[in-house]
């Protein structure tokens, strides 16, 4: 079955400390993999994805994420963490021959100042 | 920048009786999308909309669900008879191309609230 997997429900930092969430999918044949951000009472946002090519996408503000084929794994990152990143970080996936995407379960991002 | 708007923000709704939610997608946009959140559950896809049919729907969205187009604008999801497991954040989305091709715009979502 098709899943997304993210290993972390709440992730707390400080300012300026390093970012790694995981996402792992699960998915039978080629996909395209996203992140969403979702800052408090707001909208999902696409933050960025990946469709082909250089596996290693930079979105916005400062956040990359690598596409790791052999893991499964598509992580988001980011070197140096603000306030302003507090919000619920979503990673989704979608096939190639699918219209809908399917999410992970979110992991919520609170950065201390 | 354009945005996809719903309404209401918040439904608070008895068992068993109708909602209708509300979305006005992006004007260019030409595939709709709704997603549920159930409290502290994954983001779910319920249904997607192109060319004035249903393109795909999940498990989830059964006889209960009904999507429409009633005019150019609106794209609305009907829930017929509310059910307590129905409360959750309904995310109404849209993209110019298939989401295979062109990324989601989602709404701010409405809260419906069953009890």
């Known amino acids: 079955a098709q899943s997304v997997s993210q290993h972390n429900h709440h992730v707390i930092l400080s300012e300026a400390a390093s970012l790694e969430l995981g996402c792992n999918y699960s998915?039978?044949?080629?996909?395209?993999l996203f992140w969403y951000v979702q800052y408090p009472g707001q909208h999902l946002q696409l933050l960025l994805k990946?469709?082909?090519?250089?596996?290693l996408v930079k979105g916005i503000k400062g956040f990359e994420a690598e596409f790791i084929k052999s893991k499964f794994s598509f992580n988001l990152r980011k070197p140096s963490v603000q306030w302003s990143d507090t919000a619920e970080y979503f990673c989704?996936?979608?096939?190639?021959?699918?219209?809908?995407?399917?999410f992970g379960k979110g992991t919520k991002l609170s950065v201390k100042p | 920048e354009p945005e996809v708007t719903q309404t209401p923000s918040h439904q608070v709704t008895q068992m068993g009786q109708e909602v209708i939610l509300r979305c006005v997608p992006i004007?260019?946009?030409?595939?709709f999308y709704w997603y549920r959140q159930i409290l502290g559950q994954k983001v779910e896809f319920l249904v997607s909309?192109?060319?004035?049919?249903?393109?795909?729907k999940s498990e989830i969205f059964d006889d209960q669900f009904s999507v429409e187009r009633p005019d150019g604008s609106n794209f609305t999801l009907k829930i017929r008879s509310t059910k307590l497991e129905d409360s959750a954040m309904y995310f109404c989305?849209?993209?110019?191309?298939?989401?295979?091709?062109?990324?989601?715009?989602f709404g701010n979502g409405t809260r419906l609230t069953v009890t």
């Open positions: 004007s260019n946009h030409l595939y």
């Open positions: 989305a849209s993209s110019l191309r298939q989401a295979i091709d062109s990324p989601l715009h």
């Open positions: 990946y469709f082909s090519g250089d596996p």
């Open positions: 909309f192109y060319n004035n049919e249903i393109s795909e």
């Open positions: 989704a996936v979608n096939g190639r021959s699918q219209g809908n995407l399917i």
């Open positions: 998915y039978g044949g080629t996909v395209n």
